[in-house]
């Protein structure tokens, strides 16, 4: 059984959220897994080309972060929210 080895415990949800890639790119659909206020995962259908810094918007763009990517897997993003 895999061990969590997060000092934070996050919140599990499931909100669809879109990443502004940097330059105006187009949104890439995704959904928040689980979330803390330093960072989440977020599930994407590929994170092949997906850029190391982007900002995230959800709740119908009323909230956006920026986020740095911190680890991936095909289909996942671990990502830390930068402080402005």
Same mark, same amino acid.
């Given at each position: 059984?895999? %061990?969590? =080895? =997060? *000092? #934070? /415990? =996050?919140?599990? #949800? *499931?909100? *669809? /959220?879109? #990443? +502004? /890639?940097?330059?105006?790119?187009?949104? +890439?659909?995704?959904?928040? %897994?689980? +979330?803390?206020?330093?960072?989440?995962?977020?599930?994407? /259908? *590929?994170? @092949? @080309?997906?850029?190391?810094?982007?900002?995230?918007?959800?709740? %119908?763009?009323?909230?956006? =972060?920026?986020?740095?990517?911190?680890?991936?897997?095909? $289909?996942?993003?671990?990502?830390?929210? $930068?402080?402005?």
């Amino acid at each position: 059984m895999d %061990q969590d =080895r =997060r *000092s #934070i /415990a =996050r919140t599990r #949800i *499931s909100r *669809s /959220a879109k #990443i +502004i /890639a940097p330059r105006g790119a187009e949104f +890439i659909h995704c959904t928040v %897994q689980n +979330i803390t206020n330093g960072g989440a995962c977020l599930k994407v /259908a *590929s994170t @092949d @080309d997906m850029p190391e810094t982007f900002e995230l918007t959800f709740e %119908q763009g009323h909230t956006r =972060r920026a986020c740095r990517v911190v680890w991936r897997t095909n $289909e996942k993003l671990g990502v830390a929210f $930068e402080r402005n």
